[in-house]
């Protein structure tokens, strides 16, 4: 009798730990795949931003070009009008 429940105890926690075993496996199938989604979301994010990043560079470094060219020609002027005060004195 006593083997018999010892037996039983046994089938019945080889059962439970498989069913755990299992639902262990699925559960971590279910988690890879939402990393996954969530790794693809990231990446695509990034890529985005590095695209705007770049975006927003290049403009920077066209006003840059323009501020330069807008000074240049400012001293231009400002030097040809002092070198023309300087005549008429």
Do not use: G, P, W
């Amino acid at each position: 009798m006593l083997n018999d429940l010892v037996a039983i105890v046994s089938i019945l926690s080889s059962i439970v730990s498989m069913i755990l075993a299992i639902y262990a496996i699925l559960f971590s199938r279910r988690v890879e795949e939402r990393l996954k989604s969530n790794f693809l979301i990231l990446k695509k994010t990034m890529e985005q931003n590095r695209e705007q990043a770049e975006a927003c560079l290049y403009n920077i470094d066209k006003e840059a070009e323009a501020i330069k060219n807008t000074v240049a020609d400012s001293h231009s002027q400002i030097h040809q009008t002092l070198q023309m005060l300087k005549k008429e004195k």
